[in-house]
């Protein structure tokens, strides 16, 4: 290996999974990561664009790269610059117009093409692009050997959505929804299970929409898939066949989300005690606007199965406030939902238009004031909430996989919770990559602390 790649990643646990197949991509093409851009040949950036102005960030981020390099190694021939991930398939050539540092552009499909990307820059292309979208992708497939992270391993399930929210531009930027053969899941995590790995995460858009859209478009989806294999039977089948001590499922989408998954919740103890399940509002006008498919009801009853689970689960969701026609009435009864869920973690969202979705053609009716006055408000209710779901474990010993060093304290250790929650504690072992009990004795604003009671 002689050459570097430096690799930024942005966004969600898809994103953080391409990262790792982009690397094994180019580790085979010689390329090996590097954390210092001074040293790098190519420089990549995997991109997200849920936050605001993602495009005017990557022109951003390329200049404060250029110039860090200009100032460790003064002279030395930039690298070549690439985008990747959801601005990258919706800015397209439009990167090339407004950056001539950008000399490759990878959309969200293309990364098994990665090496004709890379074959065309070193046969002298000046800029090279692949965008291409199909329901008929390919999965990229990693070995345990392939992978980033030791102790947690990240498995696609589906990929791209149907559903067409007003406002995400998930189905431009990621393309239809397909779904993974079943048993190619059940093989990888048997695998990651035999390569002792503590944690699993099975990932899509919308987990629980799983094999749904095959029956449509007649991809990738197995003969069994098409026999009607759904979520729940998968996740039985990975929680019964895998060995992998602790497995974890997101996003999921209320309106596919069913008794039966938390039945199987209940009936696996490898099944994690958290449920990711973003409502984006409380109010059933904005709702339908948005065109989420349920009403604040359906939502409310997917949420009383999960707290009829026998195991304690975790809820966590996402809200947008200042949707265009949002009315101080409709905002409140997000407030009012917010309250009656009691979630464990809330990402909190001020509407901005997406290119392409429908939404971005609403008279954007709220004022940037208001949105932030209703981001403040459901915050401020949301951190109550927090408080007083998180003191319930002060006392408790719970289950940590710890997977470092924390950025606070060289002196603690960082994990997660079977619920997905973070927990600090004094290193008293080596216990990296390892379960943990650890008793809480304090909450912080957005974690617990504890000590390690046994390993
Ligand atoms: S379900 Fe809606 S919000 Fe979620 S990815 Fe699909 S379009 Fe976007």
């Known amino acids: 290996m002689n050459k570097k790649v430096y690799l930024e990643t942005y966004g969600c646990q898809m994103n953080v999974h391409d990262s790792e197949k982009a690397t094994y991509m180019l580790s085979d093409l010689g390329y090996a990561q590097t954390s210092e851009v001074d040293e790098a040949d190519l420089v990549l ?3 997200c664009m849920v936050r605001e102005k993602a495009a005017r960030k990557v022109y951003t981020r390329i200049n404060e790269i ?4 200009s100032k460790a190694a003064r002279g030395k021939k930039l690298p070549v610059f690439g985008v990747m991930g959801c601005v990258a398939q919706a800015e397209a050539d439009r990167l090339f117009e407004r950056s001539r540092d950008i000399k490759m552009v990878m959309g969200t499909q293309a990364i098994p093409r990665l090496p004709n990307l890379m074959e065309q820059l070193d046969k002298g292309f000046d800029r090279v692009i692949d965008v291409r979208l199909s329901k008929e992708a390919e999965f990229l497939e990693l070995q345990a050997d392939n992978r980033q992270t030791k102790h947690i391993a990240y498995i696609t399930i ?10 995400c531009i998930v189905p431009f930027t990621r393309g239809r929804e397909r779904s993974r053969p079943a048993d190619r899941i059940v093989e990888e995590a048997k695998s990651l299970g035999k390569q002792g790995y ?3 995460h099975l990932l899509g858009q919308n987990v629980n929409s799983y094999g749904l859209s095959g029956r449509y478009h007649g991809n990738l989806v197995s003969a069994e898939e098409s026999a009607g294999i759904t979520f729940a039977r998968l996740l039985a089948r990975v929680a019964e066949e895998s060995g992998v001590p602790r497995i974890k499922f997101t996003t999921s989408y209320p309106r596919d ?3 039966e998954i938390v039945r199987v919740m209940d009936e696996h103890d ?3 005690e958290w449920v990711h399940l973003p409502a984006q509002s409380g109010n059933d006008r904005v709702l339908r606007a948005m065109r ?4 604040r009801r359906e939502y409310i009853d997917k949420i009383e199965a999960i707290k009829r689970s026998k195991k304690d689960i975790a809820i966590t969701g996402d809200m947008i406030v200042g949707f265009p026609g949002e009315t101080d009435d409709d905002f409140s009864e997000t407030m009012s939902l917010v309250a009656e869920v009691e979630y464990d973690g809330l990402y909190i969202f001020k509407y901005s238009p997406r290119p ?3 939404a971005a053609a609403y008279a954007d009716s709220i004022t940037e004031e208001v949105k932030t006055e209703r981001f403040l408000m459901l915050q401020d209710l949301q951190d109550r909430i927090q408080k007083r779901r998180y003191e319930r474990y002060i006392g408790r010993t719970v289950e940590v996989l710890v997977e470092g060093m924390s950025s606070r304290s060289s002196s603690d250790y960082t994990g997660h919770t079977r619920c997905n929650k973070v927990v600090n504690f004094p290193i008293a072992s080596d216990m990296l990559g390892r379960l943990a009990q650890v008793k809480v004795t304090e909450v912080k604003s957005h974690s617990l602390y504890g000590v390690m009671v046994k390993a």
């Not at 250029?66 to 390099?69: A, H, P, T, W």
């Not at 589906?158 to 406002?167: H, I, L, P, Q, V």
């Open 45 to 47: 950036l995997n991109t």
């Open 66 to 69: 250029k110039r860090d390099i």
């Open 158 to 167: 589906t990929e791209g959505c149907n559903k067409f929210c007003s406002f």
């Open 198 to 200: 503590q944690e699993i």
């Open 257 to 259: 989300f069913d008794d």
């Open 270 to 272: 490898n099944l994690c």
């Open 292 to 295: 989420r498919g349920y009403t």
């Open 356 to 358: 392409r979705t429908p």
